[in-house]
């Protein structure tokens, strides 16, 4: 047990802390990463065997290390995420700690911050936390509830339809883990149900190209949270359900319906061995649409301001609608042989262990662009933290740099006069 003092700290290992590690090797600062678990901790264990990305390639972008790979519009999968980031590594060399768990993040009286970790006590001029917001999977208490014979997992638990129990399986939850893992057993031949909720869907390829590459041109991506018209409620907007798998694709789920997955409305409860669902399923389909068809007019409507000629689509007719009150009411989970429920519920942030007065009534860290209200104390990798991309690889390596010019302008403002010129 030793106690060390660090110009910066980085708390989390992953994309967001490496990212970091880069621009402050770059800036000749001293630090050391402190990781939880093993590097890529939450893309080994924490995404299905079928996980994908949703963004194409060209859009890993961590800092010097653009994707180079041989099929920049594809999607990778999971062990090809895993061989970017430990290439990423490689090259990188970063002061990494793994297995180190950090308890406590104090202030200091005489100034700077206190780390408490599982190996010790390390002290800091500055400190980045960039553990991310997905800490503590969201079950609902209604869980608890359910038959004792149903198996429960949470999405970041789910590996493969071989992995559980014969039976039919019901996923609680239709954003984009919960529509991927759907449709991941319903390709292996298992009886779905799924719970819809309100998360809205994307297009995958329209007018001649991935929505995504029409939306980076017209700056979605560069559109930082005070200017969405959401402002800052965007963060806790669930994310537009499509997928990467097999070359990429829209995900319908009104033509689901059609091949034999059962939809039902928002989760109200459980009683007497059945999930009672409201009657809202049309309303929920309906809204993903609308929002899918906002994507398509507002990419026609670049298209004409910028006089661009593309192939056109045309207008996007529902397969299918559900019955005035289907998907409502109550399901008996024996009678439909449902054996596993699945809950693609999300996450809750856990930010308790650190001990600094930073966040809002939420328990969300205030910052701006990252630089939080106690000064020497900055955020990195929570969603929407400036942009669309700032959780993602596409965007991470911006927000890293901003931080870390921070910091060092910081670390400037620190240094006695007569050593500034030569820091």
Known sequence: MTTSHYPVLVIGGGQAGLSASHFLKQQGIDHLIFEKRRRGHAWREERWDNFCLVTPNWQCQLPGFPYAGADPFGFMKKAEILAYLDAFIEKEQPPLREGVTVTALRQRGEGGFSVETSEGTYTADQVIVSVGGYHIPNIPRVAERLPRGILQVHS???RSSEALPPGAVLVVGS????????????????????????????????RGR???????????????VERHPLGEKVRGKANHYLTGRDGGREIDLRRHALDGMVLHGRLLDVEDGGMVFADDLAANLDAADATYNRIREGIDAYLAEKGI????????????????GEGSGVLDLEAAGISTVIWATGFRPNFTWVEVPVFDGRGYPTHKRGVSVCAGLYFLGLPWLHTWGSGRFSGVARDAAFVVESIAARRSEMLPSEQRFTA
């Open 309 to 324: 000629d593309a192939p056109e689509d045309p207008p996007y007719v529902p397969l299918w609608r559900p019955a005035p």
């Open 156 to 158: 970041s638990r789910y």
């Open 175 to 206: 954003g984009q883990s919960g529509c991927q893992i759907a449709e991941d057993l319903k390709i292996d031949g298992r009886k779905v149900h799924l719970c819809v909720g309100s998360a809205p869907r994307s297009p995958r390829r329209y």
């Open 210 to 224: 991935d929505a995504v590459e029409w939306l980076h041109d017209m700056g979605h991506y560069d559109l930082p």
